[in-house]
C-alpha cells in the first residue's frame, strides 16, 4: 500500500475527459516507478485505469490529503478550481496540468506530462502563496452565509429579464450605485478570468489588490476598480428589488434575497501553488491568449 512509501502525491483528476483518463495513467506509471506513491478518490478510480498499488480513499474531505506532499490535477479550469479547493482546506501544494482551454491555474499541458513527473520526483518545483477572498453575506445585520473563492466572488442577477440594483461600498464607504447584470469581486488570480470577460483589467498575480468589476451596468461611473488589498469591498442588493444570487469561483452558489449585502476582504488562509518554471507571467499571459507579438525587437543592448 501507498501509505508505507516516503512520498506520497494525491492525484485529482476530470474523469470525463478521455485526455485526463490517458494522462492519469501515464502520471500513475511514471511516480510508481520511482517509488513515489498515489494515492486518489475511489469515486475516480472507477473510470480510471490504474495499478493495484494505488491507494483508494472513499470521502472527499481535506483529510484525505494528509501526508501527501503533493497534490496533481488534470484537467480543465473547472476541476482546477475544485483541486484548489481541496488544496486550500489542506495546505497541500496544487500543481495543475492543463486539458482544457486556457488554464491559467495550470503549470504544465498535456505534453509535458513526463516533465511534470520527473519534476516532481526529483523535487523540481517550488511553492507560491496565492492570494484568496473571504466572503460573508448579511441579511437584517445577521450573517447567513459564509465562503470563499480564489478567483471570484461574483453578485449576480437571479433572472433574465430584470436587473440587479445594487449600492457599492470600499472601507465602509457608499461609492455608487446602479442597475445591473452583476459585480465581480475579484483577486488578481481571477483578473483572467470572470473579471476579464466583464471588462476588467489584468493584474500581475504578485500585485495585492482585490478587483471590484461591474457587469453591463446601466451608468456613467461603471469602471473597474482596483483597491488595496486590506480593503474590505461591500456590495448592497437594494430592497424591494428582485434577488439576487452570489457565485464564488463559479462552484458554489447561495440565493442574495432583496437588502442583502455581501462583503468581501482578503482571505486568511491562501491557495499553494506549485511551480515548474520561472517564466515570467507576460510571457505566460501571450501563450494563453496567443497574442499577437511578432516584430517585437527588444529593448536595445
Same mark, same amino acid.
Given at each position: 500500500?501507498?501509505?508505507?512509501?516516503?512520498?506520497?502525491?494525491?492525484?485529482?483528476?476530470?474523469?470525463?475527459?478521455?485526455?485526463?483518463?490517458?494522462?492519469?495513467?501515464?502520471?500513475?506509471?511514471?511516480?510508481?516507478?520511482?517509488?513515489?506513491?498515489?494515492?486518489?478518490?475511489?469515486?475516480?478510480?472507477?473510470?480510471?485505469?490504474?495499478? $493495484?498499488?494505488?491507494?483508494?480513499?472513499?470521502?472527499?474531505?481535506?483529510?484525505?490529503?494528509?501526508?501527501?506532499?503533493?497534490?496533481?490535477?488534470? $484537467?480543465?479550469?473547472?476541476?482546477?478550481?475544485?483541486?484548489?479547493?481541496?488544496?486550500?482546506?489542506?495546505?497541500?501544494?496544487?500543481?495543475?496540468?492543463?486539458?482544457?482551454?486556457?488554464?491559467?491555474?495550470?503549470?504544465?499541458?498535456?505534453?509535458?506530462?513526463?516533465?511534470?513527473?520527473?519534476?516532481?520526483?526529483?523535487?523540481?518545483?517550488?511553492?507560491?502563496?496565492?492570494?484568496?477572498?473571504?466572503? #460573508?453575506?448579511?441579511?437584517?445585520?445577521?450573517? #447567513?452565509?459564509?465562503?470563499?473563492?480564489?478567483?471570484?466572488?461574483?453578485?449576480?442577477?437571479?433572472?433574465?429579464?430584470?436587473?440587479?440594483?445594487?449600492?457599492?461600498?470600499?472601507?465602509?464607504?457608499?461609492?455608487?450605485?446602479? $442597475?445591473?447584470?452583476?459585480?465581480?469581486?475579484?483577486?488578481?488570480?481571477?483578473?483572467?478570468?470572470?473579471?476579464?470577460?466583464?471588462?476588467?483589467? #489584468?493584474?500581475?498575480?504578485?500585485?495585492?489588490?482585490?478587483?471590484?468589476?461591474?457587469?453591463?451596468?446601466?451608468?456613467?461611473?461603471?469602471?473597474?476598480?482596483?483597491?488595496?488589498?486590506?480593503?474590505?469591498?461591500?456590495?448592497?442588493?437594494?430592497?424591494?428589488?428582485?434577488?439576487?444570487?452570489?457565485?464564488?469561483?463559479?462552484?458554489?452558489?447561495?440565493?442574495?434575497?432583496?437588502?442583502?449585502?455581501?462583503?468581501?476582504?482578503?482571505?486568511?488562509?491562501?491557495?499553494?501553488?506549485?511551480?515548474?518554471?520561472?517564466?515570467?507571467?507576460?510571457?505566460?499571459?501571450?501563450?494563453?491568449?496567443?497574442?499577437? #507579438?511578432?516584430?517585437?525587437?527588444?529593448?536595445?543592448?
Amino acid at each position: 500500500m501507498t501509505q508505507n512509501r516516503a512520498r506520497t502525491v494525491f492525484l485529482l483528476a476530470h474523469t470525463g475527459r478521455p485526455a485526463a483518463i490517458r494522462s492519469a495513467e501515464l502520471v500513475v506509471k511514471g511516480l510508481l516507478r520511482a517509488g513515489i506513491g498515489v494515492r486518489v478518490l475511489e469515486a475516480e478510480a472507477r473510470d480510471l485505469p490504474l495499478p $493495484g498499488e494505488v491507494d483508494l480513499v472513499g470521502e472527499a474531505t481535506p483529510q484525505c490529503l494528509d501526508g501527501c506532499e503533493l497534490l496533481i490535477v488534470l $484537467g480543465g479550469d473547472g476541476t482546477l478550481l475544485r483541486g484548489a479547493e481541496f488544496a486550500r482546506a489542506s495546505g497541500v501544494p496544487m500543481l495543475g496540468v492543463n486539458l482544457g482551454r486556457v488554464g491559467f491555474l495550470a503549470e504544465a499541458e498535456r505534453d509535458d506530462l513526463d516533465k511534470v513527473v520527473d519534476r516532481v520526483v526529483n523535487r523540481a518545483y517550488e511553492v507560491e502563496e496565492r492570494m484568496t477572498v473571504d466572503v #460573508v453575506v448579511h441579511r437584517n445585520g445577521d450573517i #447567513v452565509h459564509t465562503d470563499w473563492a480564489l478567483n471570484e466572488a461574483a453578485v449576480q442577477k437571479a433572472g433574465a429579464e430584470k436587473l440587479l440594483e445594487v449600492v457599492l461600498e470600499i472601507d465602509g464607504r457608499p461609492v455608487t450605485g446602479f $442597475g445591473c447584470d452583476g459585480i465581480v469581486l475579484s483577486t488578481p488570480t481571477g483578473s483572467t478570468a470572470y473579471a476579464f470577460s466583464a471588462g476588467g483589467p #489584468v493584474v500581475w498575480p504578485e500585485v495585492e489588490a482585490l478587483l471590484m468589476v461591474p457587469i453591463s451596468a446601466h451608468a456613467l461611473f461603471a469602471k473597474p476598480l482596483v483597491t488595496s488589498p486590506d480593503s474590505v469591498l461591500a456590495v448592497e442588493v437594494l430592497p424591494h428589488v428582485p434577488p439576487g444570487v452570489l457565485w464564488c469561483d463559479g462552484r458554489r452558489t447561495v440565493e442574495l434575497p432583496p437588502g442583502a449585502r455581501v462583503e468581501v476582504r482578503r482571505g486568511a488562509v491562501p491557495v499553494r501553488l506549485a511551480r515548474l518554471h520561472h517564466a515570467s507571467f507576460t510571457d505566460r499571459l501571450v501563450a494563453k491568449f496567443a497574442l499577437p #507579438v511578432s516584430g517585437w525587437r527588444g529593448a536595445p543592448h
